[in-house]
């Protein structure tokens, strides 16, 4: 099962798996992908996609004692004249994967290319801190039924030192089946 294949690599990089209820994730049509996210209300270039051009550069997994290791997480490239960013997950790894981010109108969209197949849209939107990303799955191609294993849902938010934490929620038939929650640094 390719999801297996992914487990270590999440590990490595300090993701803590763990089976959890988390919040409702109905399978229900319409209900499960959330229609109406919040938007920026100011620009069509708002601060969601400016958060994410911030993010440019390479990104490195922090280990338990909160040192930056030498594993190369994330890398987000600005493209397309600033109008999109390409994040590449595990660059180089056989766990490869990529995620384009674009406004929509008013809203930051994003489609996750997964190694477990599938791609999964979002709609992001500012936690009400102001800071903290929040993508909300809108569909997933490339399954059946919506019922199988995807990215449901994903957490951005800054914490001490310049760092990330990152939290990514895999559902599957409506339950939580891993929950990936790790720090990431840039090298100084």
Same mark, same amino acid.
């Given at each position: 099962?390719?999801?297996?294949? $992914?487990?270590?690599?999440?590990?490595?990089?300090?993701?803590? =798996?763990?089976?959890?209820t988390g919040p409702d994730t109905s399978t229900t049509p319409g209900?499960?992908?959330? /229609?109406?996210?919040?938007?920026?209300?100011?620009?069509?270039?708002?601060?969601?996609?400016?958060?994410?051009?911030? $993010? /440019?550069?390479?990104?490195?997994?922090?280990?338990?004692?909160? /040192?930056?290791?030498?594993?190369?997480?994330?890398?987000?490239?600005?493209? %397309?004249?600033?109008?999109? +960013?390409?994040?590449?997950?595990?660059?180089?790894?056989?766990?490869?994967?990529?995620?384009?981010? !674009?406004?929509?109108?008013?809203?930051? +969209? $994003? &489609? !996750?290319?997964?190694?477990?197949?599938?791609?999964?849209?979002?709609? %992001?939107?500012?936690? =009400?801190?102001?800071?903290?990303?929040?993508? &909300?799955?809108?569909?997933?191609?490339?399954?059946?039924? !919506?019922? =199988? /294993? !995807?990215?449901?849902?994903?957490?951005?938010?800054? =914490?001490?030192?310049?760092?990330?934490?990152?939290?990514?929620?895999?559902?599957?038939?409506?339950?939580?089946i891993f929950l990936a929650d790790y720090t990431l640094a840039r090298?100084?």
């Amino acid at each position: 099962m390719k999801l297996l294949h $992914l487990l270590p690599a999440l590990l490595i990089t300090g993701a803590v =798996a763990t089976t959890t209820t988390g919040p409702d994730t109905s399978t229900t049509p319409g209900a499960c992908c959330a /229609a109406g996210a919040l938007q920026d209300k100011e620009s069509p270039t708002g601060p969601t996609l400016a958060a994410i051009v911030a $993010l /440019a550069g390479d990104w490195y997994a922090v280990d338990e004692d909160g /040192a930056v290791t030498d594993q190369l997480v994330s890398r987000y490239r600005v493209t %397309a004249g600033g109008n999109a +960013v390409l994040e590449t997950v595990f660059p180089g790894q056989d766990e490869e994967m990529i995620t384009m981010y !674009h406004q929509d109108g008013k809203d930051l +969209v $994003l &489609t !996750h290319y997964c190694v477990v197949g599938n791609q999964t849209s979002y709609r %992001a939107s500012f936690d =009400a801190d102001g800071k903290t990303l929040v993508y &909300t799955c809108t569909g997933v191609t490339n399954t059946d039924t !919506h019922d =199988a /294993a !995807h990215m449901h849902e994903g957490r951005i938010a800054p =914490a001490a030192g310049g760092r990330l934490q990152s939290t990514w929620n895999m559902i599957e038939k409506g339950e939580s089946i891993f929950l990936a929650d790790y720090t990431l640094a840039r090298k100084e």
